[in-house]
């Protein structure tokens, strides 16, 4: 081997690549921006959750213990408002208007301070367990109360003899062991949302526990679940994978097989024919739109059959979703070839179509999850409405009339895209 020629060969490809801008820029400024993106959107806590409370609670005062949870919430997390009846609440999670209904029932602050033994009103009773008549205990009935102090509290102005037993104050509520529970009816089809809507009740709970130096006996019950019940991160993580490898493979299949018939000359032989230019987009997006259904069905048998994926709506609303992601692919792919000039450029695009798709769409975690002023980035996708509209059908089960939103925007970036298309072939041609 003559090592000479070898380095002959290596010059050749960086005098090359010096003349290519485009490379150099993927080299190196492409994985930058990339780094930069990933730890922006995966360093994102979830943020800026609407949930409903409803409080029945008719403890009235500044000693409410449930206006005390309520006061502790996370405001960064928990986008707090309120409703009057529960059913009301839970309508408004079922319309996607909100992803929880937090409720607290009749004599919650009264149930809580029993456990405690305690009482914040300073309504207290005085037991006698004297041996002696209490004539010698002067106004018996002044006592004070202190959340934070035991139950022997101490009498102001009381006498007691030397040789009494002491009376033992209890609270007139005091129901030792007794539990009051905190309702919280989530959406958990999105699995890191409800985890987060969990742990800010629970982390409310004890922080007001702290504040005020009791230990009630409070639950936080998230067994009832609006959507999703059971639900498991891979039932969450399926509907993105299906609409990320359509979105992937159907833009640089077009992209590809465009870059390849200009470079044969067979498109410029297509483009000189009777065909027009939007017979020939058309016809593509109707091919690629029975591609996108057939490997959204693929995917839907594997994880239902073998992962045992969560299916609850329409197949045939899913596959019609796919099927329209997959027209918005291949115009995307057909615009995009307009730029590349050869396949190695056309390959270059697939970087930018797979990670912007996955960091910022809402398939691995969240879109409450991606830091609020990079959030509106992710509506510039067509994989985040595909994805949602998607995860809506399969986990929540909804219709085409709650998800039309999601396909209007489909189908606004498939004219976009189809009519940039047709007007990049008419130029080229």
């Not at 309508?91 to 009482?119: H, K």
């Not at 979703?321 to 692919?329: F, G, K, W």
Request: with cysteine.
């Amino acid at each position: 081997m003559n090592i000479s020629r070898a380095i002959a060969v290596a010059q050749r490809v960086f005098a090359d690549l010096s003349h290519d801008r485009r490379a150099l820029a993927i080299l190196f400024i492409t994985p930058l921006g990339f780094m930069v993106v990933f730890g922006l959107a995966f360093q994102g806590n979830v943020q800026d959750v609407h949930v409903l409370v409803v409080n029945n609670d008719q403890w009235v005062g500044n000693s409410s213990m449930s206006n005390k949870i309520i006061s502790n919430f996370d405001k960064d997390v928990l986008n707090v408002g309120y409703a009057s009846n529960e059913s009301d609440a839970i309508a408004s999670v079922q319309n996607g208007n909100a992803y929880a209904v937090i409720v607290f029932p009749a004599d919650f602050t009264q149930i809580a301070y029993a456990s405690t033994n305690t009482s914040p009103s300073g309504n207290l009773s005085v037991a006698n367990t004297a041996t002696m008549p209490m004539s010698s205990v002067t106004n018996p009935t002044a006592v004070q109360s202190n959340q934070t102090n035991p139950p022997a509290q101490t009498f102001q102005g009381a006498a007691v003899s030397a040789n009494q037993t002491l009376p033992t104050i209890t609270s007139t509520n005091a129901k030792p062991q007794q539990q009051v529970s905190i309702s919280v009816l989530e959406d958990k089809s999105n699995v890191d949302v409800a985890n987060a809507i969990t742990s800010s009740v629970n982390a409310a709970v004890l922080q007001t526990m702290n504040e005020t130096g009791q230990t009630p006996h409070i639950s936080v019950d998230t067994n009832a679940a609006i959507y999703g019940a059971n639900a498991r991160f891979i039932d969450f993580f399926c509907p993105g994978i299906i609409s990320l490898a359509v979105w992937n493979l159907t833009t640089l299949l077009t992209l590809q097989a465009f870059v390849t018939e200009r470079g044969s000359g067979t498109l410029l032989r297509m483009l000189a024919s009777p065909l027009r230019e939007s017979e020939l987009v058309i016809g593509y997006s109707m091919a690629y739109g029975v591609l996108g259904v057939a490997q959204s069905a693929v995917l839907l048998v594997v994880g239902v059959l073998l992962f045992h994926v969560a299916l609850v709506g329409n197949v045939m609303l899913a596959f019609a979703t796919i099927a329209l992601l997959a027209v918005v692919s291949q115009a995307l792919g057909i615009l995009l070839s307009s730029v590349a000039r050869t396949e190695r450029e056309a390959g270059e695009f697939a970087p930018f179509l797979i990670l912007f798709a996955v960091l910022l769409s809402g398939i691995i975690w969240p879109l409450e999850a991606i830091p609020a002023w990079l959030r509106p980035a992710s509506y510039l996708l067509p994989t985040t409405y595909a994805v949602e509209a998607m995860r809506a059908v399969m986990m929540r089960g909804w219709g085409l009339e709650q998800i039309w939103i999601d396909i209007v925007a489909l189908l606004v970036f498939a004219v976009v895209f189809m009519s940039g298309a047709i007007i990049m072939l008419r130029r080229r041609s």
